[in-house]
């Protein structure tokens, strides 16, 4: 009996000494600029070939560093034509959620 008394007291000291995690209390990282009035879904922003029916976006590539709201069309055109989008994650180039960006 005493010894179970004795090892959960260790038990609980240890535990006590060695957090699980230490959390970071910043905020994350805004939204891209070009797609800051697009929501916070639709914060990726992303050049496409084709945006279907302001739902799904094929051949994306992602925007060069530095694109702002005011730029962020003609950087798309400049890639050969593609059109300016706010997605969410692409996944293999594939923006399967894709909206045209409110610029």
């Known amino acids: 009996m005493q010894f ?3 090892a ?3 038990f609980t000291v240890a535990a006590m000494a060695n957090p699980l ?5 910043q905020p994350p990282p ?3 600029a070009a797609c800051a009035n697009n929501g916070a879904l639709f914060s990726v922003a ?10 799904a976006a094929l051949d994306c590539v992602t925007t060069p560093l530095g694109t702002n709201a005011n730029n962020f ?14 997605c969410v994650i692409p996944i293999l180039g594939q923006a399967l ?3 045209a960006a409110a610029i």
């Open 21 to 25: 995690e230490v959390r970071n209390s």
């Open 73 to 86: 069309k003609q950087v798309c055109e400049d890639q050969g034509g593609r059109e300016a989008g706010c």
């Open 8 to 10: 959960a007291a260790l």
């Open 46 to 55: 992303q050049c496409c070939t084709t945006i279907v029916l302001g739902a």
């Open 97 to 99: 959620l894709c909206e």
């Open 30 to 32: 805004p939204a891209p």
């Open 4 to 6: 179970s008394l004795l």
